[in-house]
């Protein structure tokens, strides 16, 4: 049974930093693409970064590029975003999903995910 658990969240200001982390149970991170995801109040739930099985190529949207980060550890089995130089708009519930299928690349398409964790709340004050 594929189980992730994200931590990390909480209440920071902005211009400030916060490391997400994503524990993988069930199956390895270095056969599945990870993806973060986000949801505000009121809104759909929206791609935020996602790195392939292998960790070579990464995606990130328009709105987190050149702020976010986003890694794995297979030794961990984890996925981690570092977000940096936060905004109140960053402000949301965040996800990490797993790709349905192996060996497989970053997807912004929330259907390709077979996987969620519970999500771990991010509030960024300004």
């Known amino acids: 049974q594929v189980q992730l658990v994200e931590s990390g969240g909480g209440l920071v200001q902005a211009g400030g930093s916060l490391r997400l982390s994503c524990a993988a149970s069930?199956?390895?991170?270095?056969?599945?693409?990870m993806g973060w995801f986000r949801q505000a109040p009121g809104k759909e739930r929206e791609f935020v970064a996602a790195?392939?099985?292998?960790?070579?190529?990464?995606d990130y949207s328009d709105s987190v590029k050149g702020r976010f980060t986003i890694s794995r550890d297979p030794a961990r089995n984890t996925v981690t975003l570092q977000m940096n130089s936060l905004k109140p708009e960053d402000t949301a519930v965040y996800y990490c999903?797993?790709?349905?299928?192996?060996?497989?690349?970053?997807?912004?398409?929330?259907?390709?995910?077979?996987?969620w964790g519970q999500g771990t709340q991010v509030t960024v004050s300004s």
């Open positions: 999903g797993m790709r349905r299928d192996p060996n497989s690349g970053p997807s912004s398409i929330t259907s390709n995910y077979a996987y």
């Open positions: 069930g199956r390895t991170v270095n056969r599945y693409a």
């Open positions: 790195v392939s099985y292998s960790g070579t190529y990464t």
